[in-house]
């Protein structure tokens, strides 16, 4: 007993015996705790590699949470990816909303120059024309003593309440055939009875030429005269309207009216209300996903009619036109994850891990259908960055949409080439300003600051809405050597301060999709998927392979090129192409762009219309130029490419105003 | 009066055994406690291209990872993206953080279109602080 006492007293050994009680502890804690022995010791694991030799590896095997732990964990990942979807939802629902915004307004404006209103606008004014000769009879002892034509006037007067009610109580597209009919020949009498009593009238003003109350009948005779040719331009309008064409136009928004009506029960949608915020904010994992796949699948619609209603609007055709020529652009939705998503209690670390993977596929796909609404919404408004539209009232908005949408229909006519001489300068500054909804003084834009950069969005040269440049820059047509170009141009899509020296830059770098049949007429008319919505990931069926004649798989193709001239890949005749590309100017800046191409081709800057050269033409360099604007940041171009019989090229330069002399 | 009996000694000295009983002890700690990182960001199916001139870089955690598989598929940060969400990533990036460590993960067998493609849209950004990562010898095995 007193040999183990000394023994204790000596530090070395009194060191081995602690070491060996912790030791035992550990043990003991490592032999109960099976967590804990997992995750302490590491494990060696021979394995055979490639070439078949003997590996010795530390294998690291991770603690095995229980049931409770995985629950735990479960729960925090569904609220964080919760957060993130309930955050996508309401993007999507605000991208929507606005959609719907700019729609509404570009449908406003489509209203208010339909035929019908047009119709309505003139009977009102008809009206009017008729009290005023009606008050002008009352006033004149002469004239109400003229009795047939009073009696006249009074049926004029009835009549013309009849048309204005008949337009007043129904819409252009409700309108039976038989009131057509009737609302036809009330206004055919009205136009013979007007012609009438101001043949009488203009008689009766010849045989009291010298008699001193002469002057008020002759302006009562004005005012007839007035009456006489609106109505007759009237019965004009309703002959027009009530054509065959007219008819067939109707019965064909009939026949879409009752399309939509039965697509729209058939996939619920018929009563489909964009969520409040409470709404979303009470949803669970499941739910939240369902609905932004909806809001998705809402969202497309959304937006065709809205690209329906821009078209419309700058082509100056009818929404149903219109609706026919937009393509429906779909988005994906993501996978169908309601079976996994709803496995939110899972016991073992497999279910774990699939409910983890449906999570994470859950917020991916969300954060793309939220991108593409956001987008969308851009486009819509004709904001680059969204920025611009931010705090607008819906006057402003209102106004800035009826601009843009009376710029774009102007440009589309100055973009057109044909029929214009080789070389010919046209000038869209103006027009391109007033669709950016920029103040021709500067400020407005809505390019990107980058960096903390902030990057001027005022234009250098001296410009007003109406084109007045300095003189060097007004010609009418431009020369210029073209082999010198095709020698010294640089490849390039950036537009520094150092452009200017540099002279014309062609755009190297495309994404190019296609081929699409080309239709034999108006080509043009026909507008393929990336016209509505430029989309790097969609794919496509195209045109038929001559050889194969199975239609062929279309996805965007990068392209790079030293060449200033670029051949669209998978190059067939008949086919239409499209290039896309993003151009970045330092400034605000005022460019030319020469657009020359083997067959047609047209061009977007910013969505807005710039070129448009029909013609199965061969590539020139100079087959003409546009002055035009680009924003501060980054410029969607878009290239639409038409090849005719044989070989199919085109390309794009552009050059800061100040460094040309055109 | 008792006197310790330590002072009875006449040799004294300073014991070094509890000492090193200590730093096994802490040595036993750490080693017990260490856990290995993994690189999350990585994608696992992808076999480097071999290089016998790479540098050997401290891992970043701040760092953007883009990687292209052999099937040209694309990967930001360890997650399957589409180029859509790439492009406007890196526009995201250009905005917020121009001079952010890129590094580009690829295989041996990626496609090289697809690799021009993506160091085009780095460049058009203007993103210059990009890397490849690439296997070597002397550092992975």
Same mark, same amino acid.
């Given at each position: 007993?007193?040999?183990?006492?000394?023994?204790?007293?000596?530090?070395?050994?009194?060191?081995?015996?602690?070491?060996?009680?912790?030791?035992?502890?550990?043990?003991?804690?490592?032999?109960?705790?099976?967590?804990?022995?997992?995750?302490?010791?590491?494990?060696?694991?021979?394995?055979?590699?490639?070439?078949?030799?003997?590996?010795?590896?530390?294998?690291?095997?991770?603690?095995?949470?229980?049931?409770?732990?995985?629950?735990?964990?479960?729960?925090?990942?569904?609220?964080?990816?919760?957060?993130?979807?309930?955050?996508?939802?309401?993007?999507?629902?605000?991208?929507?909303?606005?959609?719907?915004?700019?729609?509404?307004?570009?449908?406003?404006?489509?209203?208010?120059?339909?035929?019908?209103?047009?119709?309505?606008?003139?009977?009102?004014?008809?009206?009017?024309?008729?009290?005023?000769?009606?008050?002008?009879?009352?006033?004149?002892?002469?004239?109400?003593?003229?009795?047939?034509?009073?009696?006249?006037?009074?049926?004029?007067?009835?009549?013309?309440?009849?048309?204005?009610?008949?337009?007043?109580?129904?819409?252009?597209?409700?309108?039976?055939?038989?009131?057509?009919?009737?609302?036809?020949?009330?206004?055919?009498?009205?136009?013979?009875?007007?012609?009438?009593?101001?043949?009488?009238?203009?008689?009766?003003?010849?045989?009291?030429?010298?008699?001193?109350?002469?002057?008020?009948?002759?302006?009562?005779?004005?005012?007839?005269?007035?009456?006489?040719?609106?109505?007759?331009?009237?019965?004009?309008?309703?002959?027009?309207?009530?054509?065959?064409?007219?008819?067939?136009?109707?019965?064909?928004?009939?026949?879409?009216?009752?399309?939509?009506?039965?697509?729209?029960?058939?996939?619920?949608?018929?009563?489909?209300?964009?969520?409040?915020?409470?709404?979303?904010?009470?949803?669970?994992?499941?739910?939240?996903?369902?609905?932004?796949?909806?809001?998705?699948?809402?969202?497309?619609?959304?937006?065709?009619?809205?690209?329906?209603?821009?078209?419309?609007?700058?082509?100056?055709?009818?929404?149903?036109?219109?609706?026919?020529?937009?393509?429906?652009?779909?988005?994906?939705?993501?996978?169908?994850?309601?079976?996994?998503?709803?496995?939110?209690?899972?016991?073992?670390?497999?279910?774990?891990?699939?409910?983890?993977?449906?999570?994470?596929?859950?917020?991916?796909?969300?954060?793309?259908?939220?991108?593409?609404?956001?987008?969308?919404?851009?486009?819509?408004?004709?904001?680059?960055?969204?920025?611009?539209?931010?705090?607008?009232?819906?006057?402003?908005?209102?106004?800035?949409?009826?601009?843009?949408?009376?710029?774009?229909?102007?440009?589309?006519?100055?973009?057109?080439?044909?029929?214009?001489?080789?070389?010919?300068?046209?000038?869209?500054?103006?027009?391109?300003?007033?669709?950016?909804?920029?103040?021709?003084?500067?400020?407005?834009?809505?390019?990107?600051?980058?960096?903390?950069?902030?990057?001027?969005?005022?234009?250098?040269?001296?410009?007003?809405?109406?084109?007045?440049?300095?003189?060097?820059?007004?010609?009418?047509?431009?020369?210029?050597?073209?082999?010198?170009?095709?020698?010294?141009?640089?490849?390039?899509?950036?537009?520094?301060?150092?452009?200017?020296?540099?002279?014309?830059?062609?755009?190297?770098?495309?994404?190019?999709?296609?081929?699409?049949?080309?239709?034999?007429?108006?080509?043009?008319?026909?507008?393929?998927?990336?016209?509505?919505?430029?989309?790097?990931?969609?794919?496509?069926?195209?045109?038929?392979?001559?050889?194969?004649?199975?239609?062929?798989?279309?996805?965007?193709?990068?392209?790079?090129?030293?060449?200033?001239?670029?051949?669209?890949?998978?190059?067939?005749?008949?086919?239409?192409?499209?290039?896309?590309?993003?151009?970045?100017?330092?400034?605000?800046?005022?460019?030319?762009?020469?657009?020359?191409?083997?067959?047609?081709?047209?061009?977007?800057?910013?969505?807005?219309?710039?070129?448009?050269?029909?013609?199965?033409?061969?590539?020139?360099?100079?087959?003409?130029?546009?002055?035009?604007?680009?924003?501060?940041?980054?410029?969607?171009?878009?290239?639409?490419?038409?090849?005719?019989?044989?070989?199919?090229?085109?390309?794009?330069?552009?050059?800061?105003?100040?460094?040309?002399?055109? | %009066?008792?006197?310790?009996?330590?002072? &009875?000694? *006449?040799?004294?000295? +300073?014991?070094? /055994?509890?000492?090193?009983?200590? #730093?096994?002890?802490?040595?036993?700690?750490?080693?017990?406690?260490? %856990?290995?990182?993994?690189?999350?960001? &990585?994608? *696992?199916?992808?076999? +480097?291209?071999? /290089?016998?001139?790479?540098?050997? #870089?401290?891992?970043?955690?701040?760092?953007?990872?883009?990687?292209?598989?052999?099937?040209?598929?694309?990967?930001?940060?360890?997650?399957?993206?589409?180029?859509?969400?790439?492009?406007?990533?890196?526009?995201?990036?250009?905005?917020?953080?121009?001079?952010?460590?890129?590094?580009?993960?690829?295989?041996?067998?990626?496609?090289?279109?697809?690799?021009?493609?993506?160091?085009?849209?780095?460049?058009?950004?203007?993103?210059?602080?990009?890397?490849?990562?690439?296997?070597?010898?002397?550092?992975?095995?």
């Amino acid at each position: 007993m007193i040999d183990v006492l000394k023994l204790l007293r000596k530090p070395l050994f009194f060191a081995f015996l602690l070491t060996s009680a912790l030791t035992l502890i550990l043990s003991i804690l490592l032999y109960l705790n099976e967590d804990l022995r997992t995750s302490t010791f590491v494990l060696l694991e021979k394995t055979l590699n490639e070439e078949g030799e003997e590996e010795v590896r530390v294998k690291i095997e991770k603690p095995k949470p229980n049931e409770r732990q995985v629950r735990e964990i479960a729960r925090n990942q569904e609220r964080k990816k919760e957060e993130s979807l309930e955050e996508k939802a309401k993007e999507i629902r605000d991208a929507i909303r606005k959609i719907q915004e700019t729609t509404d307004v570009l449908e406003m404006e489509l209203e208010e120059f339909s035929e019908w209103n047009q119709l309505g606008r003139m009977a009102k004014e008809i009206q009017s024309l008729i009290d005023r000769v009606d008050q002008n009879f009352q006033s004149n002892e002469h004239l109400a003593s003229l009795t047939p034509l009073v009696e006249r006037l009074a049926t004029i007067g009835s009549l013309g309440e009849q048309i204005n009610n008949d337009i007043e109580a129904f819409t252009e597209a409700d309108l039976p055939p038989g009131e057509q009919k009737g609302l036809l020949d009330d206004a055919r009498v009205l136009r013979d009875k007007v012609y009438d009593v101001l043949v009488k009238l203009d008689q009766e003003v010849n045989r009291l030429e010298n008699q001193p109350h002469v002057t008020e009948i002759r302006v009562t005779r004005d005012t007839l005269r007035d009456l006489n040719d609106v109505s007759r331009r009237f019965v004009n309008e309703i002959e027009r309207f009530h054509s065959e064409e007219a008819s067939l136009e109707m019965e064909a928004l009939a026949e879409l009216e009752s399309a939509l009506l039965a697509d729209l029960l058939a996939n619920g949608i018929e009563g489909f209300m964009l969520p409040e915020d409470e709404t979303i904010e009470e949803m669970e994992v499941p739910e939240l996903y369902e609905l932004i796949q909806e809001m998705t699948a809402y969202g497309d619609e959304a937006f065709a009619e809205n690209r329906a209603a821009e078209l419309a609007a700058t082509e100056n055709i009818s929404m149903v036109e219109a609706q026919e020529q937009v393509y429906a652009p779909e988005t994906h939705t993501g996978p169908d994850l309601s079976d996994s998503l709803s496995n939110n209690q899972p016991s073992t670390l497999e279910q774990f891990q699939n409910y983890s993977e449906a999570l994470n596929q859950a917020e991916q796909a969300a954060g793309n259908m939220a991108r593409t609404a956001q987008n969308r919404a851009q486009q819509a408004t004709g904001s680059q960055s969204g920025a611009a539209s931010e705090g607008q009232t819906a006057q402003q908005l209102q106004e800035a949409l009826r601009q843009r949408a009376g710029a774009m229909g102007q440009m589309n006519s100055l973009a057109r080439n044909q029929g214009r001489a080789h070389g010919n300068v046209q000038d869209m500054r103006g027009l391109m300003m007033q669709a950016y909804q920029v103040d021709p003084q500067g400020g407005g834009g809505s390019g990107e600051g980058l960096d903390g950069r902030v990057l001027s969005h005022t234009y250098q040269t001296d410009l007003t809405v109406s084109g007045g440049t300095p003189e060097s820059q007004t010609s009418e047509t431009a020369r210029i050597d073209t082999a010198k170009i095709m020698r010294e141009a640089l490849p390039g899509r950036r537009l520094d301060a150092s452009a200017a020296r540099k002279g014309w830059i062609f755009l190297d770098t495309w994404y190019i999709i296609g081929p699409w049949q080309r239709p034999r007429v108006n080509s043009f008319e026909t507008r393929f998927p990336p016209e509505i919505e430029v989309d790097l990931d969609q794919t496509y069926l195209g045109k038929k392979h001559p050889n194969t004649k199975e239609p062929l798989n279309l996805e965007w193709r990068f392209i790079q090129t030293e060449n200033i001239r670029v051949n669209p890949p998978d190059e067939l005749s008949d086919s239409v192409y499209y290039a896309y590309t993003e151009v970045f100017a330092e400034r605000a800046m005022e460019v030319v762009v020469a657009v020359a191409s083997d067959d047609m081709a047209k061009l977007w800057v910013n969505d807005l219309v710039v070129w448009e050269d029909e013609g199965l033409s061969p590539w020139r360099l100079d087959e003409g130029f546009r002055r035009i604007l680009l924003k501060a940041g980054y410029n969607k171009v878009l290239c639409r490419i038409e090849n005719g019989p044989s070989v199919c090229y085109f390309s794009v330069l552009f050059s800061p105003i100040e460094g040309l002399n055109l | %009066m008792s006197r310790s009996r330590y002072e &009875e000694d *006449e040799d004294v000295a +300073l014991s070094m /055994s509890p000492l090193i009983d200590c #730093v096994f002890l802490l040595l036993i700690f750490f080693l017990v406690t260490t %856990m290995l990182k993994q690189d999350l960001k &990585e994608v *696992e199916h992808l076999q +480097l291209p071999a /290089s016998r001139s790479s540098l050997e #870089v401290p891992p970043d955690d701040s760092m953007l990872v883009i990687a292209i598989d052999a099937d040209a598929d694309i990967y930001l940060e360890g997650e399957l993206t589409t180029r859509s969400e790439l492009l406007d990533r890196l526009r995201q990036v250009e905005q917020e953080e121009p001079d952010r460590r890129i590094r580009l993960d690829t295989d041996g067998e990626t496609p090289f279109y697809r690799l021009v493609e993506v160091l085009d849209a780095l460049n058009f950004r203007n993103l210059n602080n990009v890397g490849v990562r690439t296997y070597h010898e002397k550092y992975d095995d």
